[in-house]
């Protein structure tokens, strides 16, 4: 018996992927160490003999188990499905960006059996995908909005309300060169804005400011001629 249990562990230890098992008692029968490697083990939760809501609860708590509802709600249905036996598959993410498919069914012998799998690299292509494709409806979206408009202040408008859209922004704002000097950036006057009352201050500041060439955030593009992006303005030194 000691001898096919080490060649279960060993066998546990070297597959690609989390494996636990659990007994209806919901009690830890096995699980190898790849599955504190995937979720974490804060306290010591994760070894033989512990209880699995408790290791439930640990990873709601540090939001890793996808699902609707409650933390209470996620936690007595990933229960019921140990409980239950039947085959089920949730993608779950860990607190270091990578994603997680795991699979959930009866091992016999009331027990359950999960194993997890690493599935990052495909999450991360479907959504490069399904973010290349949005791009490129915002183009098309964006080329038929100027084809369509009799004015450039209708085609900028329309551009910023697809691009502030695309991005979740409450707020665009156009810049155009100055008549007077063509290395100076003013206000269009033309602006995309979900909650004018909040923004208002805002906007009544920004209407009265100019960026030279190569100043703030309009002056650097005007002066590169590339998109430029700031994550937090606070912390930008120009």
Not at 106 to 126: F, L, M, P
Not at 131 to 144: C, F, I, P
Not at 196 to 223: C, K, M, N, W, Y
Request: aromatic share 6%; with cysteine; charged share 25%.
């Amino acid at each position: 018996l000691s001898a096919k249990e080490a060649q279960l562990r060993m066998a546990m230890d070297n597959m690609p992927g989390a494996m636990i098992v659990v007994n209806s008692d919901l009690e830890v029968t096995s699980v190898n160490d790849a599955y504190a490697e995937y979720f974490g083990n804060r306290d010591g939760v994760v070894h033989v003999g512990a209880s699995m809501r408790d290791i439930l609860e640990s990873e709601i708590s540090r939001g890793l188990l996808s699902g609707e509802g409650t933390p209470e709600e996620i936690l007595e249905e990933r229960i019921q499905s140990l409980i239950s036996g039947n085959e089920v598959t949730y993608e779950d993410k860990s607190s270091d960006g990578r994603y997680f498919q795991l699979s959930r069914k009866s091992a016999g012998a009331a027990h359950t059996v999960s194993v997890a799998i690493d599935i990052t690299d495909r999450k991360q292509a479907e959504n490069n995908l399904i973010e290349q494709s949005r791009r490129v409806e915002l183009l098309q979206k964006t080329a038929n909005d100027a084809n369509n408009a009799v004015s450039f202040d209708e085609a900028m408008r329309a551009c910023l309300a697809s691009v502030a859209e695309h991005t979740g922004w409450p707020v665009g704002h156009a810049y155009i060169l100055s008549p007077e000097d063509h290395n100076t950036l003013v206000s269009s006057g033309i602006w995309h804005i979900n909650d004018p009352e909040r923004f208002s201050e805002f906007v009544d500041t920004s209407e009265a400011v100019t960026f030279h060439s190569g100043i703030g955030l309009p002056g650097r593009v005007l002066q590169s001629g590339e998109p430029a992006w700031i994550v937090d303005v606070a912390k930008d030194e120009n």
